[in-house]
């Protein structure tokens, strides 16, 4: 199985910061990576696909790069609804993996 | 826009068979992947299977020898059956519609429904 390994898996932010996630893959995925949004008690919500492409409805401030094993979610200038924790999954190879989460809490 | 509705029981108990049911409306069953996720209580997410519309599956080994996922086109359906249960189960479960974009492999889950919680007690 390919491991996901997210960094940090907390952090403290304010909101109008620059917030920078951290996905590496065990072995190279290409660009099969995608990030998912999940607030407390709900569904996970993909915000980008593809490493890069940002879904349908998706503010612009959220970006993806990277390609074979390192990979990035930004948030350009947090918002109060962007306090959740964030999972990177890969879809390069079955079984599909997730990282273990990184927790967006307000400074 | 597919929207997705877990159904089943809430609790379950060792040994025996969970079964769930995904309630697909506002688009065909008849296209693209189906998922299923779990979420163990302060743990991540884990991919247990897909199965794609012409019924072809493909499930997590770690779970394989225990899981069934089926479809049911006449009713917009598609269901989770996960044989021989322990606590070790007991998850928050998602369904979730699985796309790629212009066939181009980059599969992702685009539409997820609420989750059901199942516990599995005596």
């Known amino acids: 199985d390919i491991q996901m390994t997210q960094s940090p898996s907390s952090l403290s932010a304010s909101v109008g910061d620059r917030v920078t996630i951290t996905c ?55 918002q109060p609804e962007d306090f959740a924790t964030y999972h990177c999954q890969q879809s390069y190879s079955t079984p599909w993996t997730f990282g273990q989460g990184t927790k967006v809490e307000i400074k | ?5 877990e159904s089943g029981p809430g609790l379950v108990k060792p040994s025996e068979t969970l079964s769930l049911t995904c309630t697909v409306s506002g688009g065909s069953i008849s296209s693209y992947y189906w998922s299923w996720i779990r979420q163990p209580p302060g743990k991540t997410l884990e991919w247990i299977g897909y199965i794609y519309y012409t019924e072809s599956t493909n499930y997590n080994p770690s779970l394989k020898s225990r899981v069934t996922i089926s ?36 599969y992702y889950m685009d539409v997820w429904g609420k989750g059901t919680t199942v516990t599995v007690s005596s």
Do not use: E, H, M
């Open chain 1, 24 to 78: 590496r893959a065990s072995q190279s995925i290409s660009r099969y990576l995608s990030w998912y949004q999940q607030k407390s008690g709900k569904a996970p919500k993909v915000l980008i696909y593809a490493a890069s492409n940002l879904q349908s409805g998706v503010p612009s401030r959220f970006s993806g790069s990277g390609s074979g094993t390192d990979f990035t979610l930004t948030i350009s200038s947090l």
């Open chain 2, 71 to 106: 479809l049911d086109t006449s009713k917009t359906q598609f269901s989770l059956k996960l044989s021989s249960v322990t606590a070790a189960d007991t998850a928050v479960y998602y369904c979730a519609y699985t796309k790629a974009p212009y066939g181009s492999g980059y």
């Open chain 2, 1 to 5: 826009q597919v929207q997705l509705q």
